[in-house]
């Protein structure tokens, strides 16, 4: 048996793991995860429930991190890894994606001298003061074995300077883990309140997410953007489960964000309906039989795409291009009247032909536990030779 220590941290981290696990028990494979969570997400609608309903058994781990600036969250969880890592002695440590749980557990890894293999790898958004880039250029520059979800990301490692034998262009393990999801989701799995509010809403509605420090921590940014928000939300229901970042946000600007309670009886027919975070099911639910959804997430982009949602992007760029050239989503910026744009063509029915990038078959992570089985017996070769 081989160890591997698998990390996840943040909300978007844990749909990337639960594929992950699930192969290695499917293939009954030679490798012996140990999970360790973070606890960079702490609240029970960030965390929790995604263990629970995405099936992720308990982790032998949780280091209980919380909140905290970048420094000392990054700082924390690297003093309690390193304890795990110490004690558990793993052959490889795996990490998924660009939060801060990430860099801190591959530094930890590297430092001790253990394999390290990234999930995700290679994207690029080119905006560096986006902290998600520095951790995804960090984490990289240091792994010994990289998993790409779309081409770009492997042209990006390769002109960085990594030999190809490391990059395996394998596909999305967040899209293996859509598809099953979807095949189970069934009204058991949705919760009343959101069952109730899809009763009301009519077949043209708009799903939202906005929790970029970027969109929200700026008070005239975020008023601009909810602005066009309540704009669009005089023609349709716009469906808001709202992070806690912006929600203190909204309140500490001072920013109007009038939001209807819907009655069971009624129709909505239009209005700001704002949520507390969802669960992964709820959202699912919600936002696969909308008119269009407007976000500035990574993980949504990607979504859209494999189900050809219409998807509008409130950044300036996106370090998943595959969404924007060959996928449903367009990445707008945060200009109003261009959002607004973009949002009125999704719901007149406007939208680009567009396809699901290859490789987004839901076999992912098949692919990655074979490739991890062996590679880890050649690792010292991958560790131990230069990039
Ligand atoms: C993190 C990720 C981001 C990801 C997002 C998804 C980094 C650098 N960023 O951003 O890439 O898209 O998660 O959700 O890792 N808070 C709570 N409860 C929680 C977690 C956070 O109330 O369970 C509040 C706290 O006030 C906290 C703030 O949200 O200070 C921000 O949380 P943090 O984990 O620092 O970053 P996110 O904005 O969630």
Redesign the pocket.
Known sequence: MKKIILVAG???NFMKIAPVLRAIDKKKSSLQPVLVHTG????RK??GAFFDELGIREPEYNLEIG?GS?AV?TANIMIKFEEVCLKEKPDWVVVVG????TIAASLVAKKLNIGLAHIEAGLRSRDRTM??EI?RLTTDAISDLFFTTEPEGTENLISEGHSSERVHFVGHVMIDNLFFQLNRLSESLISDSVRNLQQVLPEKYVCMTM?R?SNVDDPEILRQLMQAVQNISRNVPVIFPC???TR?NLSAFNINSETLSPDEQKEITNGLVMLDPLGYNDFLSLWKNSSVVLTD??GLQEETTALKIPCVTMRENTERPVTASIGSNVVAGINPEKIIGYVNDALGKRWKHCRIPDLWDGKASERIVDILETCIFSRSALTQSKR
Do not use: F, I, L, T
């Open positions: 943040a909300r978007p960079q997400h702490y609240d960030m965390s909140s970048h969250q660009d939060v801060n749980s902290p998600e951790n929790h420090p992070h806690p970042r203190k997430s990574g």
